[in-house]
C-alpha cells in the first residue's frame, strides 16, 4: 500500500463513494509576469446546492525557502459563495476573473447540472494588495479574459444569440406562440452546453474603466482563446466554423487590429487544425499548437508546436522531433475538462512552454522560439494537467499522482517545490498503490498496463477482479473510482492498447481507425490472458467496465466473449449509424473511427457497432447512461437495453436525468456518488467481494 506519513497503513479504510465531499480540485492557474506570484482556483463540492464551489487563491512563489510548505504565504480572495474562473494577471499586478455568485434555491427549484445555480456573472479586479477594487457586470455567460498590455482592457469571450429569421414562422396564434426550434445546421448541440443552434461565442474587449463591452467578431461562427499582441495594437483568436467538414471547422488562428481593424485568418492556405495563439517579441511572430492533417479529423491526431511569420505567413514545427502529441491527453475522474492543448509564450521569455503526453504521463516542455531541442522540465510517473510560466523561467503548474488528487507546484532552476497541500485527509485513507508493467500484445509488441490489488490484499488468496476498458487512454492521473474498487475487495487492472488516443506514438494511436473491435479487442484479450495467469487474480470472476469509448469497448467485449461474469456499460456507443446523426461529433467522429459513413458501406459502420452482436451478450449488463449526454446519446442506451430485454436477458439500465457525458468527472456530487454506489452494486452481486484460497 502506499506509505501513510505517521499512521498505521493496516487501520486506515480505503476510499468510498461518499468521500466525493471531502475532495479539493486544483483548476486554474496564472502567474504574475514578475514572477512573484501565483492566483490559482480551488473547486470543491456544495452539499447545500448539490453541486460545486471553487474560490481564488493567492501564493508568494518567489520565496528562497524550498521546503516547507508553511514558508509559502497564501490567501483566499473571494469570502462570497459563488465560482471563480479565467484567471488573469494585468502587468501592473492587478488580478482579475470571472465571478459568478452561488444563489441559493429551495428543494425542487431549478438546477443546473453539475454545479450550483448561479447569479449573472461579473468581472472582479483585484488590486495587488488583495482588495476587490471593481466588479464589471454581465448579463450572460463570459469566459478566457485577457488583459492588454496597458492595463486600461480586458479581452473576453461571450455568448451572443444570433438573430434567424424564420420566413415559413406565421407567428402566434390566437396569442399562443408555437414551441419549436428550426435548425438549419449541422452542429446545433454540444455535450455540456445543450442547444446553441441560435448562439455562437465571439470575442469582445471590455473597457475597463467604463465597463463598457465592445464585439470584435461577429458572424456565424465560433471564436476563442483572445490574445493581445505585444504592442496592443492587435488581438488574435481562434475561430471555429460549426461545420467541422471544412478546415475552419477544426480552428484556425485570425488576427485583427485594434482598434477598428477586420479579423483576417493568419494562415489561410493552412491544411489542419490551428489553436492556443501567443504572440511573440515585437508583434513579429505567432507560436501555436496544430497538425497539418485535412478535415474532418479527430482527437487522435497529434499536435505539435509552431510558429509563423505574422508577415510573410511562414511556418514550421519546433516540435519535429516528438512523436507525441501537445497537451494532456490523461483520462481520470479528477479533470472536469478531458484535455489541454495549449502553447505558452511569457512576454519577454525566448521560451515557449506546453505539455506533452508520453506513456501515461504527462510532462512539461519547453522550446526555444529560436529552434532547437526540445527540453523536458518536469514531470514522471505523474500527470501535469495545468501551468503557467512567468518571464522569469520561473513556472508553476498542477500535477497529480497516484497518491494526490492535484497540488500546485513551482519550477525553477531544475528544481520544483510543492505550494499546496489541498487534501490532507487522504493520508487518514489507505490507497492501492497502482503497479506498472508491460504484457506481450499482438506481433510481441509491449502494451503498457496497471494493475491495482485490493487494499486489504493477502498473499496466497484470489480476489474478484474488474477490468477497466477504454479506446482513449489511461494514465498516471489519480482515480478515486478505482481506488474505491480497491477498497470493496476487487483487484483493477487497466491497458494502453493500441488505439490508445496519446503516448505511444501516432501510428500506435491511428491503427484501431476503421478497425474498432479488431485488433484494439484482440490485445485486450492477451492482457485478460496475461492478466489471468497472476496467483491472486480470480479467472472464474472477472468483470469488465468503461466509459465513453470503453462503454463501447465493454459492449464489444461482451458480445464477443462470455468469460466475463458481469459487467458495466457507462455513457457508451453501441450503434454507429445512429450515431452519426445524434452526437454533437458524431460526423467525424463515425467518419474517422469507423473510416465510413453509413451510406456509404452500411455494412461496414454495422459491423464495427456492438449492437450488431447483441444477440450474443450473455453476461449480466448495467447500463449507465444521462439524458442530456449530447457525445454518446442516450439513444445509444435505450437501443441496447431494448434488445438485451427483448432477448430476455439479465439488464438493467439507470438514466440519470440532467447530466451529461462528464457525470463522472463533474456532474451533481450525489450522482456521482450514486453511480459509483450502483457500478459497485453490481460488480458485488455477480463478483462477490470475498477472496479465496489461491
Same mark, same amino acid.
Given at each position: 500500500?502506499l ?6 497503513a ?6 468510498v463513494?461518499v468521500d ?6 486544483l ?5 504574475r $509576469? ?10 470543491r463540492?456544495n452539499?447545500?446546492y448539490d453541486?460545486?464551489l ?6 508568494r512563489?518567489?520565496?528562497n525557502?524550498?521546503?516547507?510548505l ?7 480572495f473571494t469570502?462570497?459563495r459563488?465560482s471563480?474562473s ?14 459568478r ?6 428543494p425542487?427549484g431549478a ?5 450550483? #445555480?448561479?447569479?449573472? @456573472?461579473?468581472?472582479?479586479?483585484? &488590486?495587488?494588495?488583495?482588495e476587490l ?5 454581465c448579463d450572460?455567460?463570459l469566459s478566457?479574459?485577457a488583459? %492588454? ?6 479581452a473576453c469571450?461571450?455568448?451572443?444569440r444570433?438573430?434567424d429569421?424564420?420566413p415559413?414562422?406565421?407567428?402566434p396564434?390566437?396569442g399562443?406562440?408555437?414551441t ?8 446545433y448541440?454540444q ?6 443552434h ?9 473597457d ?11 458572424g ?5 482563446e ?5 504592442s496592443?495594437?492587435?488581438?488574435a ?7 467541422? /467538414? ?5 480552428g ?5 487590429a485594434?482598434?477598428?481593424g477586420? @479579423? ?8 489542419g %487544425? ?8 515585437d ?8 497538425h497539418?492533417?485535412?478535415?474532418p479529423?479527430?482527437?487522435?491526431i ?6 509563423? +511569420? #505574422?508577415? &510573410? ?12 502529441? #501537445?497537451g ?5 475522474d ?8 495549449? #502553447?505558452?509564450?511569457p ?16 510532462h512539461l516542455?519547453?522550446?526555444?522560439a529560436?529552434g ?9 510517473? &505523474?500527470?501535469?494537467f495545468?501551468? $503557467?510560466p ?7 503548474y498542477?500535477?497529480?499522482d497516484?497518491?494526490t ?7 525553477e ?12 485527509w ?6 492501492s $498503490? ?5 504484457y !506481450?500484445?499482438?506481433d510481441?509488441t @509491449?502494451v503498457?498496463?496497471w494493475?491495482?490489488?485490493p487494499?486489504n490484499f493477502?498473499?496466497g488468496?484470489?480476489? @474478484?477482479?474488474?477490468?477497466y476498458?477504454?479506446c ?14 480497491a ?8 491497458f494502453n ?6 503516448g505511444?506514438g501516432?501510428?500506435w494511436?491511428i491503427c484501431?481507425q ?5 485488433r484494439d ?6 492482457g485478460v490472458d496475461?492478466l489471468?495467469?497472476r496467483p491472486?487474480? +480470480?479467472?472464474s470472476r ?5 466509459g465513453?469509448c ?5 459492449n464489444w467485449?461482451v458480445g464477443h466473449t462470455n468469460?466475463f !461474469?458481469?459487467?458495466?456499460?457507462q455513457r ?5 449509424v ?20 453509413p ?5 461496414k ?9 447483441? !444477440?450474443?451478450?450473455?453476461t ?7 439524458d ?5 446519446p ?5 437501443q441496447?437495453?431494448a434488445?438485451?430485454r ?12 440532467g /447530466?451529461n457525458h462528464?457525470? %463522472?468527472r463533474?456532474?451533481?456530487?450525489v ?9 459497485l452494486g453490481?460488480?458485488e452481486?455477480h463478483?462477490?467481494t470475498?477472496s479465496v484460497?489461491?
Amino acid at each position: 500500500m502506499l506509505s501513510v506519513r505517521g499512521e498505521r497503513a493496516d487501520t486506515l479504510r480505503g476510499l468510498v463513494a461518499v468521500d466525493i465531499p471531502h475532495f479539493r480540485w486544483l483548476e486554474e492557474m496564472a502567474i504574475r $509576469a514578475d514572477g512573484a506570484y501565483a492566483a490559482y482556483t480551488v473547486r470543491r463540492a456544495n452539499e447545500t446546492y448539490d453541486g460545486y464551489l471553487s474560490d481564488v487563491f493567492v501564493a508568494r512563489v518567489d520565496a528562497n525557502v524550498m521546503s516547507a510548505l508553511d514558508s509559502v504565504m497564501t490567501s483566499r480572495f473571494t469570502q462570497e459563495r459563488g465560482s471563480a474562473s479565467s484567471l488573469a494577471w494585468s502587468r501592473d499586478g492587478r488580478l482579475a476573473f470571472v465571478w459568478r455568485p452561488a444563489v441559493s434555491v429551495s428543494p425542487g427549484g431549478a438546477t443546473i447540472s453539475g454545479g450550483a #445555480v448561479s447569479a449573472p @456573472p461579473e468581472i472582479q479586479i483585484w &488590486s495587488a494588495d488583495g482588495e476587490l477594487r471593481q466588479r464589471i457586470a454581465c448579463d450572460d455567460a463570459l469566459s478566457q479574459l485577457a488583459w %492588454s498590455p496597458d492595463g486600461r482592457r480586458l479581452a473576453c469571450v461571450r455568448w451572443v444569440r444570433q438573430v434567424d429569421d424564420d420566413p415559413y414562422s406565421a407567428g402566434p396564434v390566437r396569442g399562443l406562440h408555437p414551441t419549436v426550434r428550426v435548425i438549419r445546421r449541422l452542429r446545433y448541440k454540444q455535450d455540456g452546453v445543450g442547444f446553441v443552434h441560435d448562439r455562437f461565442k465571439h470575442v469582445f474587449v471590455v473597457d475597463v474603466a467604463t465597463g463598457q463591452f465592445q464585439a470584435v467578431t461577429d458572424g456565424e461562427c465560433d471564436y476563442d482563446e483572445p490574445v493581445w499582441s505585444r504592442s496592443g495594437h492587435a488581438l488574435a483568436f481562434v475561430a471555429h466554423a460549426r461545420e467541422q /467538414e471544412v478546415e475552419l471547422g477544426q480552428g484556425q488562428i485570425f488576427v485583427c487590429a485594434w482598434p477598428g481593424g477586420t @479579423p483576417r485568418r493568419l494562415l489561410p492556405a493552412w491544411i489542419g %487544425s490551428c489553436r492556443s495563439p501567443q504572440w511573440g517579441p515585437d508583434d513579429r511572430t505567432i507560436a501555436f499548437a496544430a497538425h497539418t492533417a485535412a478535415a474532418p479529423t479527430n482527437r487522435r491526431i497529434f499536435h505539435h508546436v509552431w510558429i509563423v +511569420d #505574422v508577415a &510573410s505567413g511562414e511556418a514550421h514545427d519546433l516540435s519535429a522531433e516528438l512523436d507525441q502529441t #501537445v497537451g494532456n491527453y490523461a483520462v481520470a475522474d479528477q479533470r472536469a475538462g478531458l484535455t489541454n492543448i495549449t #502553447v505558452r509564450w511569457p512576454d519577454g521569455s525566448p521560451f515557449v512552454y506546453f505539455l506533452a503526453t508520453v506513456a501515461g504521463g504527462v510532462h512539461l516542455f519547453r522550446v526555444s522560439a529560436a529552434g532547437g531541442p526540445v527540453e523536458k522540465l518536469a514531470g514522471g510517473d &505523474s500527470v501535469i494537467f495545468e501551468y $503557467a510560466p512567468a518571464a522569469t523561467h520561473r513556472v508553476v503548474y498542477g500535477l497529480a499522482d497516484p497518491r494526490t488528487i492535484g497540488e500546485l507546484y513551482v519550477w525553477e532552476g531544475g528544481a520544483s517545490r510543492q505550494l499546496t497541500d489541498l487534501n490532507p485527509w487522504l493520508r487518514s485513507r489507505r490507497l492501492s $498503490a497502482p503497479e506498472s508493467y508491460h504484457y !506481450k500484445g499482438l506481433d510481441g509488441t @509491449p502494451v503498457h498496463a496497471w494493475i491495482h490489488k485490493p487494499v486489504n490484499f493477502e498473499e496466497g488468496k484470489r480476489y @474478484p477482479t474488474i477490468l477497466y476498458v477504454h479506446c482513449s487512454m489511461f494514465s498516471w492521473d489519480f482515480n478515486h473510482e478505482i481506488q474505491t474498487y480497491a477498497n470493496a475487495g476487487f483487484v483493477v487492472a487497466y491497458f494502453n492498447q493500441r488505439g490508445t488516443t496519446a503516448g505511444y506514438g501516432q501510428e500506435w494511436t491511428i491503427c484501431s481507425q476503421g478497425d474498432q473491435g479488431g485488433r484494439d479487442y484482440e490485445e485486450i484479450m492477451l492482457g485478460v490472458d496475461d492478466l489471468v495467469r497472476r496467483p491472486y487474480v +480470480d479467472a472464474s470472476r472477472l468483470g469488465v467496465t468503461g466509459g465513453s469509448c470503453g462503454g463501447f469497448m465493454t459492449n464489444w467485449i461482451v458480445g464477443h466473449t462470455n468469460r466475463f !461474469k458481469a459487467a458495466v456499460t457507462q455513457r457508451s456507443i453501441s450503434n454507429y449509424v445512429s450515431k452519426f446523426g445524434t452526437s454533437d461529433i458524431g460526423p467525424e467522429g463515425t467518419l474517422r473511427e469507423t473510416s465510413t459513413t453509413p451510406w456509404d458501406d452500411l455494412d461496414k459502420a454495422w459491423m464495427q457497432s456492438p449492437i450488431a452482436y447483441a !444477440k450474443n451478450i450473455h453476461t449480466p449488463l448495467l447500463i449507465l447512461h444521462s439524458d442530456e449526454d449530447h457525445r454518446c446519446p442516450i439513444e445509444q442506451a435505450e437501443q441496447l437495453f431494448a434488445i438485451l430485454r427483448w432477448l430476455g436477458r439479465e439488464v438493467e439500465f439507470v438514466w440519470f436525468v440532467g /447530466e451529461n457525458h462528464g457525470l %463522472s468527472r463533474g456532474g451533481r456530487p450525489v450522482n456521482r456518488i450514486e453511480r459509483l454506489r450502483r457500478i459497485l452494486g453490481w460488480f458485488e452481486k455477480h463478483l462477490g467481494t470475498h477472496s479465496v484460497p489461491a
